[in-house]
């Protein structure tokens, strides 16, 4: 089982930016999929981006251009780089792993371990 902390959270302005950060609980030589997924009041779970264990990865249409993701192939450190912030990026950030899975087969909010979320308000 892993266990995932993510942070980098918080409160910035319209066409600001953030990076999350995501922790493993243990260190570990393989690669795997990772991903990221963000939930607002009242809304569906939304696939943010997703990453496997050789590199390739997906983002959602609404922040292509915008965010990227990246990850720390010796830690299985994940990061998120947020930039152009909009008001309809307030969310809960999740990130979420399948250490039994090297390729991305389900979204991100699909995988089987998921963090407790870092909150991102972005304030117009």
């Known amino acids: 089982q892993v266990r995932l902390a993510e942070s980098g959270g918080g409160s910035v302005d319209v066409g600001g930016s953030l990076r999350l950060s995501c922790v493993p609980s243990e260190y570990t030589r393989s690669r795997f999929c990772m991903g990221w997924f963000r939930q607002a009041p009242g809304k569906e779970r939304e696939e943010v981006a997703r990453v496997d264990g050789g590199g390739g990865s997906t983002l959602a249409d609404s922040v292509k251009g915008r965010f990227t993701i990246s990850k720390d192939d010796a830690k299985n450190i994940l990061y998120l780089q947020m930039n152009s912030l909009k008001a309809e990026d307030t969310a809960m950030y999740y990130c979420?792993?399948?250490?039994?899975?090297?390729?991305?087969?389900?979204?991100?909010?699909?995988?089987?371990?998921r963090g407790q979320g870092t909150q991102v308000t972005i304030s117009s």
């Open positions: 979420a792993a399948d250490p039994d899975a090297f390729f991305c087969q389900r979204k991100a909010e699909d995988l089987p371990f």
